[in-house]
């Protein structure tokens, strides 16, 4: 659904109010203080995650964001704090950030913290967003859309609930018997609730919703406030526990492997990273260049909202590594899509007007300020994609690597032959049968060499050939922004270009042949118009690359299958990316490694099931 972001405004008195509920966002009596008493103290914290693994927390109504800084600011505090902090949180109408600068300059004592969160701040599009905090021990997760349909796609376990938002004469659907239930469906053994709220519908709901509730002295000029607990007797969400050994073994050093490696060691885990290859990103990662960038839909499919996900979180992790000195390529020039006649682009701007995305993730171009930006003429408009832009794969997944030398060990030039469960552990074999490596947490990331391995039989990839054609490219010459349309060219990188891609499933021919180049430079003509009379198409290199598929083009990310009822303990697939892989890597990796932690996911709970690699066995015995 379109999110429209909140308007700053403020009350007499100076407290921010919203005009949509019109109410405050907080108590006039201080909004930090009243975070401190009615939420950290209503649920008995910092005291409860005090020698923790995880804590997480459940929130109804982000506003400002105080509640949450106030408890990343209690828990940094604390010197027995839990090893990590997971904090969700649901909102409706986001303020942009230059409004949350405004108000957070209320609290100088959250400055540090407060411009953490605003410098990861995402693009105001719905569904779910995941930022990393504080060097990666605290997570925020956003959903950003009505809080009914956020708790239902939540997949976590909360310990505690922050029921907060405008009253409820103001904004009943917040404190709805719904509400209370999905809250109930997310609750862990033990799990509290504070709110300021003591409507009497707030009490029976919740009593209804099976937590016993109580009132406690309030904050300010609120008299009472109410806290709650699971009730003993109620159907618990039982937190997986931490795993006993954080090691894994990843087999594959492309864009997926490399991702998932990068997001285990920041949780600390150890991973031995195997490839044939002599570096990373050298299979169907190895492309001179590529392109990440959303694919939008008029019904926004599930492809759709995965991609768009994907591309938001990519290149958050991008920005961050840039950042951080990275050695990584990459550049965010802009990527336009352009429509192939007038009916098209007429279809496209349809698409745009739906959505309503925020303009630096998505808007509609002309052919006239499209030509400017590219630097060439074109005879329609279409897509564009202001925030996105070239990667050079290779180097990210080098990047990734590197961002924790310490806790990984590649193997380059190994081939595994087969995988094998001894006792608590996997262990990747070698042709004699020698172990390369071992751990009790094994993930297939081998692209199409996955069906290599019996044990991912039940796990259908389909192997897709792609032949890109590179042309030498001058110095600033056209295009200057990423353009796609049935094809793509980037700009120059390194006095090169890509241009492509053939994308031919089932075809096993690894050498680069001329009716490919041709094929791609014809792709280029149509998008470029007169771009391709000089060119010499016997003296353009090209790239040959085989990419995993699944028959329904989404992506393969979780367990691995042994029939519809059981997974192999332990063994994990991250495949199946097809074309997309640099816009699904990294958010997948994030997946994958929540997954195997058993923390809160990134994702809708929907498009996690679409990605669950056992959902081709389901569809077979319905059929």
Same mark, same amino acid.
């Given at each position: ?317 991008? !920005?961050? %590594? =840039? @950042? &951080? ?5 990459? #550049? $965010? ?8 006649? *007038? ?89 004699? !049968?020698? %172990? =390369? @490596? &071992? ?5 297939? #990331? $081998? ?8 044990? *991912? ?101 979780? #367990? ?64």
């Amino acid at each position: 659904m379109p999110i429209h972001p909140a308007t700053l405004l403020l009350s007499p008195d100076g407290t921010p109010r919203s005009d949509l509920f019109d109410d405050i966002y907080h108590s006039a009596d201080g909004g930090l203080e009243q975070a401190r008493h009615v939420f950290l103290g209503g649920n008995d914290l910092p005291e409860r995650w005090r020698g923790r693994d995880r804590f997480v927390i459940v929130e109804t109504g982000f506003g400002l964001g105080l509640n949450f800084l106030a408890t990343w600011a209690a828990w940094r505090e604390d010197a027995a704090r839990s090893r990590v902090l997971h904090f969700i949180s649901c909102e409706l109408h986001p303020f942009r950030v230059d409004d949350l600068a405004r108000l957070h300059a209320d609290w100088p004592e959250l400055a540090p913290l407060a411009a953490q969160l605003r410098a990861q701040w995402p693009a105001l599009a719905g569904g779910m967003h995941r930022l990393h905090l504080d060097e990666g021990r605290v997570f925020l997760t956003l959903y950003f859309g009505d809080v009914r349909e956020g708790l239902a796609q939540i997949d976590a376990s909360a310990d505690a609930f922050f029921l907060d938002g405008f009253s409820p004469a103001k904004n009943p659907i917040m404190w709805s018997p719904r509400v209370f239930h999905l809250l109930s469906r997310l609750a862990a053994p033990k799990a509290t609730l504070a709110t300021w709220s003591v409507a009497g519908e707030v009490r029976e709901g919740l009593r209804r919703a099976k937590f016993v509730v109580s009132m406690s002295p309030g904050f300010g000029s609120k008299r009472q406030m109410l806290r709650g607990t699971l009730h003993p007797e109620a159907r618990a969400r039982q937190p997986s526990p931490p795993p006993a050994s954080r090691r894994a073994v990843v087999i594959g050093a492309g864009a997926a492997g490399t991702a998932v490696c990068t997001r285990l060691c920041a949780r600390g885990w150890e991973v031995d990273i195997i490839d044939s290859a002599e570096g990373p990103g050298q299979g169907a990662s190895g492309n001179h260049a590529g392109v990440l960038r959303p694919q939008p839909s008029l019904d926004d499919n599930r492809m759709s909202r995965i991609t768009r996900a994907g591309a938001l979180y990519g290149w958050q992790r991008i !920005g961050e %590594a =840039l @950042a &951080s000195g990275a050695k990584l390529r990459a #550049a $965010a020039c802009g990527v336009f899509h352009l429509a192939r006649d *007038a009916e098209h682009e007429m279809k496209m701007r349809a698409v745009v007007e739906r959505l309503v995305l925020p303009e630096e993730l998505l808007r509609q171009a002309d052919a006239e300020e499209a030509s400017k930006i590219i630097g060439w003429q074109v005879p329609y408009g279409g897509w564009h994609f202001p925030g996105c832009g070239w990667v050079q794969p290779p180097s990210l997944c080098a990047a990734n690597l590197a961002a924790f030398p310490e806790r990984v060990r590649a193997h380059w030039s190994c081939s595994v032959a087969a995988i094998e469960r001894r006792g608590e552990c996997w262990h990747a074999l070698d042709a004699d !049968g020698h %172990a =390369l @490596a &071992s751990a009790p947490v094994m993930i297939l #990331a $081998a692209g199409v060499g996955v069906t290599g391995f019996s044990q *991912a039989g039940n796990v259908p990839v389909l192997s897709a050939r792609g032949q890109v054609s590179v042309l030498p490219a001058a110095t600033g010459s056209a295009p200057r922004a990423v353009v796609c349309q049935g094809g793509y060219a980037t700009p120059e990188v390194d006095g090169l270009r890509c241009a492509g891609a053939s994308f031919d499933v089932g075809d096993p021919d690894p050498f680069v042949r001329l009716a490919d180049q041709q094929a791609n430079l014809a792709k280029l003509e149509s998008i470029l118009p007169g771009y391709t009379e000089r060119l010499d198409v016997d003296a353009l290199g090209a790239r040959v690359g085989f990419r995993p598929v699944s028959p329904d083009r989404l992506p393969l990310v979780g #367990a691995i299958p042994v029939d519809g009822q059981s997974c192999h303990p332990g063994l994990y697939i991250l495949s199946g990316f097809g074309a997309r892989g640099l816009a699904w890597a990294a958010l997948t990796g994030e997946l994958l490694a929540s997954q195997i932690e058993g923390e809160p996911l990134p994702l809708e709970r929907e498009l996690v099931d679409a990605m669950n690699p056992g959902r081709f066995l389901g569809r077979a015995k319905r059929k």
